[in-house]
């Protein structure tokens, strides 16, 4: 008789071991403590932010203001990104969650196909309309056109892109499921490398000609 609770803890054991890989290892670590504001500064290096002293934390660690306000899209693609995550609003570290707002001109502002490696994304669209999509892993395009108030979910670590398709500046937030999301732009990320990726790599992997490679690489090397 004694077997079966050695079994029943052998099962608990399996079972919360598939869940730490299968469940919460998709996720940012649970946080150990209420509070553990990233202390910036600090030359520890660990997997996210040392805590800053506990004595020291105020409200203001936890606060950022100015999301109301739009950012400058004067720029290539008509878009740019105003982040609340962890570099921005130290209260967040260890809670596995940020925010960010996304203003597009018009007309055709565009946030170009990226990923996110640590976050799904879920966005509500503030202002105008946006045509959306992500692309599974098995060359899959999910694509919609959302208008002022829909909700739409990109899976983490699928490639996606939004584009502004109306007549007015977009305006969308997202919030992501980490406290430090990353983005890989795709376009940026292999033709902006530095040092660059060699020419002929890409030139293999597009199907195209190594010198139209370096015309890309030159003109992604500055922006
Ligand atoms: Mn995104």
Same mark, same amino acid.
């Given at each position: /008789?004694?077997?079966f609770?050695?079994?029943?803890?052998?099962?608990?054991?399996i079972?919360?071991?598939?869940?730490?890989?299968?469940v919460?290892?998709?996720?940012? =670590?649970? =946080?150990?403590?209420?509070?553990?504001?990233?202390?910036?500064?600090?030359?520890?290096?660990?997997?996210?932010?040392?805590?800053?002293?506990?004595?020291m934390?105020?409200?203001?660690?936890?606060?950022?203001?100015?999301?109301? %306000?739009?950012?400058?899209?004067?720029? /290539?693609?008509?878009?740019?990104?105003t982040?609340?995550?962890? /570099?921005?609003?130290?209260?967040?570290? !260890?809670?596995?969650?940020?925010?960010?707002?996304l203003?597009?001109?018009?007309?055709?502002?565009?946030?170009?196909?990226?990923?996110?490696?640590?976050?799904?994304?879920?966005?509500?669209?503030?202002?105008a309309?946006?045509?959306?999509g992500?692309?599974?892993?098995?060359? !899959?395009?999910?694509? !919609?056109?959302l208008?002022?108030?829909?909700?739409?979910?990109? =899976? %983490?670590?699928?490639?996606?892109?939004?584009?502004?398709?109306?007549?007015?500046?977009?305006?969308?937030?997202?919030?992501?499921?980490?406290?430090?999301?990353? !983005?890989?732009?795709?376009?940026?990320?292999?033709?902006?490398?530095?040092p660059?990726?060699?020419?002929?790599?890409?030139?293999k992997?597009?199907?195209?000609?190594? %010198?139209?490679?370096?015309?890309?690489?030159?003109?992604? %090397?500055?922006?």
């Open positions: /008789m004694k077997s609770p050695a079994l029943a803890l052998a099962v608990l054991v079972l919360s071991y598939a869940n730490s890989i299968f919460l290892g998709a996720v940012d =670590p649970d =946080p150990l403590q209420d509070i553990c504001v990233a202390d910036l500064k600090s030359e520890v290096i660990v997997n996210g932010f040392p805590c800053k002293d506990a004595m934390v105020t409200a203001d660690d936890f606060l950022l203001k100015g999301l109301d %306000k739009p950012g400058d899209t004067s720029n /290539m693609l008509g878009f740019v990104v982040p609340a995550s962890v /570099m921005q609003l130290p209260g967040l570290n !260890t809670l596995g969650i940020s925010l960010v707002r203003d597009f001109a018009t007309p055709l502002g565009l946030n170009p196909p990226h990923t996110h490696p640590r976050a799904t994304e879920i966005l509500v669209v503030i202002e309309t946006l045509l959306v992500f692309i599974t892993t098995n060359n !899959t395009l999910i694509s !919609t056109k208008e002022k108030g829909d909700v739409f979910v990109f =899976p %983490k670590g699928l490639v996606h892109f939004q584009q502004n398709i109306g007549s007015v500046n977009a305006v969308a937030i997202s919030a992501l499921s980490s406290q430090n999301p990353g !983005t890989q732009q795709v376009a940026q990320t292999l033709f902006g490398a530095s660059p990726v060699d020419a002929y790599v890409l030139a992997a597009f199907q195209i000609d190594a %010198k139209l490679v370096q015309l890309l690489q030159n003109k992604f %090397k500055f922006s």
